[in-house]
Structures are given as C-alpha cells and as structure tokens.
C-alpha cells in the first residue's frame, strides 16, 4: 500500500525541466514547474561534484538541465 503512491500519475516522482536557479549559501537550489506551481529543490555543492555537474554552467544555463525528484539528481538534456 504504501509503494503505490509511487505510481500514481501527477506525483512529483518523475523528471522536470529546470525554468531558473539560484546560488545559494552552499549550492544551487534549481526551480522547476509542477502544474501551475513553481517548486524548487536544494543541491550543495558537493552533490553537484558528486553528480559531475558544474555549478556555473548550472546557474549560466538552466534550461540545459532537468532534475530527478525521486533521485535527487540533476542531469543534462540530451
């Protein structure tokens, strides 16, 4: 019961294209679109290292990008 939640359409578990960033204190917190609400999701700078994704081009570029709610992760558009 508690994995179906998961699977149900329109959850914030799935990929979403980046709109705009902002630096933060120690990271770049990434905005992204969820129905008519603008949300955003926190990264520091040693996830970005982690995920191999430089902060600069980051906040340069945004749109660039998209974000795995339910990985925690950034990853550049193909």
């Not at 998961?6 to 294209?17: A, E, I, S």
């Not at 970005?48 to 340069?60: Q, Y």
Request: proline share 3%; net charge positive; aromatic share 8%.
């Amino acid at each position: 019961m508690g994995d179906s939640i998961l699977l149900r359409p329109g959850n914030r578990y799935c990929m979403k294209d980046i709109m705009t960033t902002r630096k933060m204190e120690n990271g770049v917190a990434v905005y992204y679109m969820e129905g008519n609400e603008t949300k955003y999701e926190s990264f520091n700078y040693s996830e970005l290292i982690d995920m191999k994704v430089n902060a600069l081009d980051l906040l340069k570029d945004p749109k660039a990008y998209r974000v795995d709610l339910q990985k925690h992760l950034i990853q550049m558009k193909k």
